[in-house]
């Protein structure tokens, strides 16, 4: 079957980095994603990695590798309003996205 | 604002009850899409349209039934709901199924199933 892990809940420190693993099994491999959700808001796009390495945007950078399977979203100089779950999700062989549960990230002062 | 809007953001009906959930896009993408979340749950895939043609049904029970008028409505029809089926309803677009397009979510309708 197809299984994207992360963790359920970090907590991290105001001004600290900050990385979120994401693992994944799946019927081939079209993209990953990594989006941002508020409590009971949109999720919103945050990065998109489709070859291995790192891609920066800003505060946050995100990390591919195929071989592994695994990617990471990391989260510099840690901000209240980054309280937030984060979501994982790739895009299998039918340009199916597969989600994971998401990552609950707690900022704390 | 990421140009995609849902009615009502929060429901509250009884089992025998039938209401309608309503997603509007204002991003000019031909594919939408309905998603289910609960809590600590990964999203689960409800329906898919693309070009107003439903192009997936992931195995959801007929007490949810979609509507697709024109590319930039979707609607979610419910009647006799269960209460497992309280969770967050998403919306989302993209300019079409498949390829290497974003999904773009709109808010949510919170629902509670009495």
């Known amino acids: 079957g197809q299984n994207i892990d992360q963790p359920t809940e970090m907590t991290a420190t105001e001004g600290a980095i900050v990385q979120i693993n994401c693992t994944y099994q799946t019927s081939g491999f079209n993209g990953l994603f990594w989006y941002q959700q508020h409590a009971g808001e949109a999720p919103t796009f945050l990065s998109y990695n489709v070859l291995d390495g790192l891609e920066e945007k800003g505060r946050f950078s995100s990390f591919l590798s195929r071989s592994k399977g695994y990617s990471y979203l990391l989260l510099k100089e840690l901000q209240m309003k980054d309280s937030a779950s984060y979501l994982c999700?790739?895009?299998?062989?039918?340009?199916?996205?597969?989600w994971g549960a998401g990552t609950k990230l707690i900022i704390k002062p | 604002e990421t140009g995609v809007t849902q009615t009502p953001r929060h429901l509250v009906m009884g089992m025998t009850n039938k209401k309608s959930l309503k997603c509007e896009q204002h991003l000019g993408h031909n594919a939408m899409y309905w998603y289910k979340q609960s809590a600590k749950k990964p999203l689960e895939l409800m329906f898919v349209?693309?070009?107003?043609?439903?192009?997936e049904n992931n195995s959801v029970p007929s007490r949810f039934s979609p509507e697709c008028p024109n590319s930039s409505h979707l609607f979610l029809h419910l009647h006799t709901l269960q209460p497992e089926d309280s969770a967050l309803y998403l919306c989302a677009s993209s300019q079409e199924r498949g390829g290497a397009d974003t999904q773009y979510f709109g808010p949510g309708t919170r629902l509670t199933v009495l």
């Open positions: 999700a790739v895009r299998d062989s039918n340009y199916q996205l597969i």
């Open positions: 349209y693309n070009f107003k043609e439903q192009t």
